[in-house]
């Protein structure tokens, strides 16, 4: 009845709604193709904030294309092992999309690191800075672009911790001989202090450290930590994340999938990227106090700080390693390169802004 009613009207508005109909009902002929992807990542299954964030970001363009993209997540290890997503991505024949951070890949691409953070490097305010407002971005898809993949920043912890210890860490002599996970740039900084850097994926950590593959670890922050059980494996927890100070994690998207997509759905990903990008950050920044008081008081975590000359070392060793990596690494050379004249921009910027209103604070 109210069909036919509105059929009606619509043949009373004359010509002029015949041309506007054709127009509408020619659109949605091209616009219509469906596609349904899938995205795996290297998390847990049902890791608050990462796995939360990429579920959340699947839904948003869900929403936004009115179900012309859908996008099944999958944690490490449900449809591809959270080391190999690179890899499969890549080929792009079963998945189309990924989840992790860029330093995983650094065996192969070292200077994938850049893209996730520099020890005493910018900030998540900086990193977004350098992506959204420098060349970060256009460097960053020059690099995948020969691994058919097109990146996009998607999630931020903010300024991490040091990682957790056996035994208190009072000098350099302290670090010598320990087994550590600690991917990226900092676990090459920590090798020139006598470490033995490992890689493992976020969902192996606790056993390795409780059963003492490893002496020790990095990971995320408190409110991360805390549901890792770290705490049970080991009582010393150190800040300040010096080789983590605020590492942006990725999106990667297989290059033959984003170029099969319309250019709407393609700007759908930017930008539900992008405010996924900033949700994980918020998420870090709104709870980690939190649980860094359960790990206090509840868990009697002990919360040091490195010593400063064990920091100076860490700083003299930074630029030692990104000097030699440099030295063997014609990429690695030019983004480094890239990468510090924007850093030293934006920290000339910031000494008169955020360390300026920082003491103002205080006063
Ligand atoms: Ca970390």
Redesign the pocket.
């Known amino acids: 009845m109210q069909r036919r009613r509105f059929i009606k009207k619509l043949a009373g508005l004359g010509a002029g709604a015949a041309v506007t109909s054709g127009a509408l009902s020619s659109a949605p002929a091209v616009a219509a193709e469906r596609f349904n992807w899938k995205l795996v990542t290297t998390w847990p299954p049902n890791f608050p904030i990462f796995q939360e964030g990429v579920q959340r970001f699947a839904k948003d363009v869900k929403t936004i294309s009115g179900g012309r993209l859908n996008i099944q997540v999958f944690a490490g290890g449900e449809l591809v092992p959270p080391m190999q997503t690179f890899e499969a991505v890549s080929r792009g024949n079963v998945v189309q999309m990924g989840h992790g951070?860029a330093y995983y890949w650094t065996g192969k691409i070292p200077a994938a690191a850049f893209f996730t953070?520099v020890p005493f490097g910018m900030n998540a305010q900086g990193m977004n800075a350098w992506y959204y407002g420098g060349d970060g971005l256009k460097l960053w898809r020059e690099l995948y672009a020969e691994h058919d993949l097109v990146p996009f920043p998607m999630g931020n912890?903010g300024v991490?911790?040091g990682?957790w210890f056996r035994k208190k860490i009072n000098t350099i002599a302290d670090l010598k001989g320990l087994k550590m996970r600690?991917?990226?740039l900092?676990g090459k900084v920590m090798a020139k202090a006598g470490v033995n850097p490992v890689q493992l994926p976020g969902g192996e950590i606790y056993t390795a450290l409780e059963r003492g593959t490893i002496d020790a670890t990095?990971?995320?922050?408190p409110y991360h930590d805390l549901r890792l059980g770290l705490y049970r494996a080991a009582k010393y927890y150190y800040s300040p994340?010096w080789?983590?100070p605020g590492?942006t994690l990725e999106l990667t998207i297989n290059k033959k999938a984003w170029e099969s997509l319309p250019k709407d759905l393609q700007v759908t990903i930017e930008n539900a990227a992008m405010a996924s990008n900033i949700w994980m950050l918020s998420q870090f920044e709104a709870k980690n106090l939190q649980a860094l008081r359960e790990l206090k008081t509840k868990y009697k975590v002990q919360f040091l700080e490195f010593p400063a000359d064990v920091l100076r070392h860490f700083h003299k060793m930074t630029k030692e390693v990104l000097k030699e990596e440099a030295a063997k690494d014609a990429t690695f050379k030019k983004i480094y390169s890239a990468y510090e004249s924007f850093r030293k921009n934006n920290d000339a910027w910031n000494e008169i802004s955020e360390a300026t209103y920082a003491k103002a604070r205080k006063l």
Do not use: F
Not at 218 to 221: A, M, N
């Open positions: 951070a953070a912890t991490q911790m990682g600690i991917p990226g900092g990095e990971w995320v922050g994340g080789h983590e590492p």
